[in-house]
């Protein structure tokens, strides 16, 4: 098999009339290993483009690619193949988890379905190292039922799973939404070094764009099934040029004395239904022109690094599909940046 | 104008929950005491797996075996809630304190509709009413937590998160309670709906004049939203003080490092978690339970254990030199 690890091709989702995901294309070249954060509107599609990647959910049109080869048809030893190298952490781990079979389960499954360790003894070792990388104390974990830990350490016994696996790719689906901002650096580190030190690319799906500008080298921001924005953290966390970006990032609460956050007065806000064919944030949208009612504005690419779905910035090339990884930058790029 | 006096609402002394262990009890809820004011925002952070829930559910007495709440009071308006039988504690969940439970918008029940759930809540909890009461019910509830009525008619997938949450909020205060006690109710929320949502709260605490416990680990929204903060660790709530003091002067040493371990917006490659693990709750280090993780601890805090001081005005630590 050749070509890159994951490619997805015009890959759209849709639930009956309503679309999930709309027209993405992206590849995650094992050769480049990245973080990139996808951030966004709860409800843009964010997971469903995780389920995708992972094989999990087939899309409604378009195509996902493992190493060349369509996912759709892939044989029993490439399927294995695949669920070696890709390792996903879910959002809400109360699903994965068998509440009949003891944690220790969902950690010696894998071990053994792998050969990932030559004797009992090495598998212990290894489960238990995995276990203190996010900060947990095997001698507490083993043994228990689900129900019997927080949520927080049942989150985190998914990621230590990830780690013990040593993929190429880990797509996280809010790894860390349940423990306290000293744990998330801690597990987020752990992941960070997987990056830099054994080339693990790594796709961080959050609401926290606090750890995401931390941890990651991209971010991906997905507004109503579309990316809104894309491109080298820094640089669109600083100054984001796309207006949904704008309001996301100027929306974070601020540990701060001042209290300019909640609007106590204010109104209600209630997501209005998105235009059938204009820019999906037109009717949020300040700044807004006669021409964003008329067709979705596609990704223009405004600087080396960074993509924005926006009419002001139709001045900018557009960016053709399935370019997008050349907008994205590299953990090393990234490290010398 | 004279000084308001504070009313307390909720009174919490001595509270303690045990889960039991073949190797030993876990000691989840540490003697635990704090005093709710009416109309107050308490926050409630810590380290995961610090007993925060574990906490919210013993206050409501929903705590399952083999957890056992081993000792304390919790008093609600005068009403002291262990002297309540099984019916009448049945009665208090909703109507004195209702709890949206962590987690609660992915466990409404997904064949049901908005309206049948809410509809449960005021039968489960005996409130008898004729279907046009209980359809005005409804939209009037619905329309407090911001959702258009035409929501009561939808299943749970047809909403978005933020809606979910609202429609959980609703469930919780469909008897109108004087305390709510919401477990993280936004962390699966992005930013701009969260604000929406803890708008919806406020606006539901000044509609209702309740006192809101807020659990959770997000401090910008601790920050924005909560009049004071207890924070939790290994069970025991350490520090308790006015939010203001907390972010800018935190006492004990656990919320100074939680403090500074926040990421920061402004320069990359600066977040760092509290070295070391959380302790073994069945087999806590002796005297502070803090102190192996301690920049300041000293022989003292090996051998005895802080008690619980008052610092200030609603402010207290345990810490022997806070
Ligand atoms: N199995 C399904 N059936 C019907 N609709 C679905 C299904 N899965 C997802 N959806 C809908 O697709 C849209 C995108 O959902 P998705 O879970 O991908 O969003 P998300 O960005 O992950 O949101 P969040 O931030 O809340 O996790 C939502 O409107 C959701 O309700
Ligand atoms: N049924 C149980 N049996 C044994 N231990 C339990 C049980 N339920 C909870 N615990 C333990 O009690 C402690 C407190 O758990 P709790 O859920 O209250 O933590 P928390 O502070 O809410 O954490 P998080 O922030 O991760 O939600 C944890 O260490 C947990 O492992
Ligand atoms: S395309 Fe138009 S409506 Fe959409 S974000 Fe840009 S300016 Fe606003
Ligand atoms: S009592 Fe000692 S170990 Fe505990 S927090 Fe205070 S200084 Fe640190
Ligand atoms: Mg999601
Ligand atoms: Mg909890």
Redesign the interface.
């Known amino acids: 098999m050749t070509g890159p690890l994951l490619e997805a091709r015009h890959v759209t989702k849709r639930y009956g009339a309503m679309t999930a995901l709309s027209d993405l294309s992206m590849t995650i070249d094992a050769e480049r290993p990245a973080i990139t954060a996808v ?6 599609g964010k997971t469903t483009l995780a389920r995708i990647i992972l094989g999990l959910t087939p899309p409604s049109a378009g195509t996902v690619f493992y190493r060349g080869q369509d996912m759709a048809r892939l044989s029993g030893t490439q399927k294995r193949a695949f669920r070696r190298d890709v390792q996903a952490v879910f ?2 781990p ?1 699903e994965v988890y068998n509440p009949f079979y003891r944690v220790d389960h969902v950690l010696t499954t894998p071990v053994k379905k792998f050969g990932l360790a030559s004797s009992r003894a090495e598998a212990r070792t290894m489960i238990e190292g995995a276990l ?1 990388a996010v ?3 095997p ?2 974990i083993l043994g228990r039922f689900p129900h ?6 049942r989150q ?1 016994i998914m990621v230590a799973r990830a780690v013990l696996m040593k993929p190429k790719l880990i797509v996280a689906d ?1 790894p860390v ?10 597990i ?2 752990s992941l960070r070094k997987l990056t830099d030190e054994m080339g693990i690319s790594i796709i961080y799906i959050t ?5 995401a ?3 990651s080298d991209n971010i991906l921001v997905m507004y109503r099934a579309c990316i809104a924005e894309a491109g080298e ?2 640089r669109v ?1 600083k100054h984001p040029q796309h207006p949904y970006t704008q ?2 990032i100027s ?7 001042a ?1 300019d ?4 007065e ?1 109104e ?4 209005a239904i998105p235009s059938p064919d204009g820019c999906r944030f037109l009717e949020r949208c300040p700044v807004a022109m006669a021409r964003c009612a008329a067709s979705l504005p596609p990704l223009y690419r405004t600087e080396a690094h960074r993509a924005a779905a926006c009419y002001q910035y139709a001045d900018s090339p557009e960016l053709p599909a399935g370019t997008l990884n050349e907008v994205l930058v590299t953990g090393q790029e990234h490290v010398g940046a | 104008m004279s000084a308001i006096l504070a009313v307390p609402i909720l009174q919490v002394r001595g509270l303690r929950v045990e ?1 039991a262990h073949p190797l030993g009890a876990v000691h989840a809820v540490d003697d635990v005491s704090f005093t709710l004011e009416a109309n107050e925002r308490l926050g409630l ?5 610090s007993g925060k ?1 574990t906490m919210a559910l013993a206050i409501l007495r929903m705590i399952k075996p083999p957890g056992r709440i081993v000792g304390g009071r919790v008093t609600l308006d005068g009403v002291e809630l262990s002297a309540l039988d099984h019916e009448g504690m049945r009665r208090l969940r909703l109507a004195g304190i209702a709890m949206v439970p ?2 609660s918008m ?1 466990s409404l029940n997904p064949v049901m509709r908005i309206k049948a759930q809410l509809a449960d809540a005021f039968r489960d909890h005996g409130v008898q009413l004729s279907s046009a009461d209980l359809d005005a019910r409804i939209a009037e509830l619905l329309s407090t937590v ?3 009525a035409e929501v009561a008619n939808l299943y749970p997938h047809e909403l ?3 809606m979910k949450q609202r429609a959980c909020i609703a469930i919780a205060i469909c008897l109108r309670p004087k305390v709510i006690i919401a477990d ?1 109710p936004t ?10 949502v ?3 709260l ?2 539901v605490q000044r509609a209702l004049g309740c006192a809101i416990i807020l659990v959770g ?5 601790m ?3 909560v009049d004071r903060l207890g924070v939790m660790y290994a069970g025991r709530l350490v520090e308790v003080a006015p ?2 003091e907390i ?2 002067r935190p006492r004990h040493p656990y919320t100074q ?3 500074s ?5 402004e320069a ?7 070295p070391g ?2 302790p ?3 087999d806590l280090p002796p005297g502070c339970a803090f102190h192996p993780r301690c920049a300041r601890a000293e022989a003292r805090c090996r051998a005895e254990k802080p008690a619980v001081r008052d610092l200030g005005p609603g402010q207290q630590a345990a810490c022997h030199f806070a």
């Not at chain 1, 609401?207 to 750890?211: E, K, M, R, S, V």
């Not at chain 2, 990359?268 to 509290?274: A, D, E, H, K, P």
């Open positions: 951030v966004g509107e709860s409800g843009s959002q809400d109360y203190r900060g947990l104390r001698e507490e019997q830990l927080s949520g927080g350490q985190r809010e939404s349940m423990v306290d901002a000293s744990l998330r650096a801690t987020l580190g609401h926290d764009l606090a750890t500008y931390q941890v953290v820094e966390v309001l996301l929306s974070i609460p601020k540990v701060s004395i209290r956050w909640l609007d106590d204010g209600q806000k209630l997501a | 889960f952070a810590g380290e995961s797996g829930s962590q987690g992915n911001g959702l258009r978005s998160g933020g993280e962390s699966a929320l992005d930013v701009v709906v969260q604000r929406q803890m708008e919806t406020a606006r680990h997000d401090m910008g929204l920050a924005q939203f939010i203001g972010i800018t490092a939680l403090i371990s926040l990421p920061s917006l990359r490659g600066t977040m760092q978690g509290i693990l959380a073994l709750l069945r």
